[in-house]
């Protein structure tokens, strides 16, 4: 299967932007849906976004609405999350993972190593 990498990832204050990327290694994304997710020392992962390659849908978690934005870049096999007006609460490691294509809140097992959002208050 494809390997995802994430990079992107960084340390802000409230209220900045980061931009995550995810790129396919040895493949191609092909017709997956792709999403983003996060996870917090001892808490759950929790979904965040997500899109379909092929065809122009979305998804996003109540929580990230009007601040982040999934896209990708068909050329460079590519998966972006836009972060912008960041919140202490958003601090979490995130990834990019394959999702089930019949709920997108739910991968499928292909994840990425993750990188690091840390925003402070």
């Known amino acids: 299967q494809v390997q995802l990498v994430e990079s992107g990832g960084g340390l802000v204050q409230t209220g900045g932007s980061l931009r995550l990327s995810c790129a396919a290694s040895?493949?191609?994304?092909?017709?997956?849906?792709m999403g983003w997710f996060r996870q917090a020392p001892g808490k759950e992962r929790d979904f965040v976004a997500a899109?379909?390659?092929?065809?122009?849908?979305?998804l996003y978690a109540d929580s990230v609405k009007g601040r982040f934005t999934i896209f990708r870049d068909h050329s460079k096999n590519t998966l972006y999350l836009q972060m912008n007006s960041l919140k202490p609460e958003d601090t979490d490691v995130y990834y990019c993972?394959?999702?089930?294509?019949?709920?997108?809140?739910?991968?499928?097992?292909?994840w990425g190593q993750g990188t690091q959002v840390t925003v402070s208050s």
């Open positions: 993972a394959v999702v089930n294509p019949n709920n997108w809140r739910q991968t499928t097992g292909s």
């Open positions: 040895g493949g191609t994304f092909g017709s997956y849906a």
């Open positions: 899109m379909r390659w092929t065809v122009a849908a979305t």
